[in-house]
Structures are given as structure tokens and as C-alpha cells.
């Protein structure tokens, strides 16, 4: 079994940043493909990011490109949110994911192991 855990969530004012983390134990497969979703009140747990662990190649949501990075710590097995000029509407619990296989995927039902999420506000 695979456990991740997120922390870096809070409150934010628009405009502002954070930076969320996901550290992964348990029994990883060599290179897991590892993601971000997140899910407002009311909505659909949507994607936000994910990388690659095999050759760092990420993908990202359209309305978070150019504002969001992905990145990874290959020792610490950890994968990195840094969100930058955040608007009200990213206001959500963020999940972090991750796939039994190298390779990013948009789709919630593609990631195999998540965690128990963290809460961002960005007040405007």
C-alpha cells in the first residue's frame, strides 16, 4: 500500500501563493506518475497537474497554466504544488495523487492511491 500526505494548504489573499507538498510511503513502484486534483463545495474533484517521475514531463490544467508548477524530489519521493497569483476561485480542497505506472494521466480514475487532502482559501 501506498500512502501520501499533503500539507502546505491555508488561507490565502488573492493574488498571493502557496506551496503544497505530497510525501509518499509505503510500498512506491520505481517511478510513479503522481498528480494534483482538487474539488470546490458543490463540484466535481477536478485536475490541476501531474509529473512524470520517469522524465519530469507534466501536464496542467488550462486554467492553472502559467500560474502553477509541478515539480518533484526524486530522494525525498515528494511531489510539490507551487501556486502562484491565486484567485478566489482556486479555493478548494487539493488532493494529491498517484499512479502505479510512469505516466500522467488527467483522469481522477487513472491515479490508484490518494491522499486525504488539504485545504486552500483565497480570500479576495
Known amino acids: 500500500q501506498v500512502q501520501l500526505v499533503e500539507s502546505g494548504g491555508g488561507l490565502v489573499q488573492a493574488g498571493g501563493s502557496l506551496r503544497l507538498s505530497c510525501a509518499a510511503s509505503?510500498?512506491?513502484?520505481?517511478?510513479?506518475?503522481m498528480g494534483w486534483f482538487r474539488q470546490a463545495p458543490g463540484k466535481e474533484r477536478e485536475f490541476v497537474a501531474a509529473i512524470s517521475w520517469s522524465d519530469g514531463s507534466t501536464k496542467y490544467a488550462e486554467s492553472v497554466e502559467g500560474r502553477f508548477t509541478i515539480s518533484r524530489d526524486n530522494a525525498k519521493i515528494t511531489v510539490y504544488l507551487q501556486m502562484n497569483s491565486l484567485k478566489p476561485e482556486d479555493t478548494a480542497v487539493y488532493y494529491c495523487a498517484a499512479r502505479k505506472t510512469p505516466y500522467t494521466a488527467f483522469a481522477r480514475r487513472a491515479y490508484d492511491y490518494w491522499g486525504q487532502g488539504t485545504q486552500v482559501t483565497v480570500s479576495s
Open positions: 509505503g510500498r512506491t513502484s520505481s517511478s510513479p506518475a
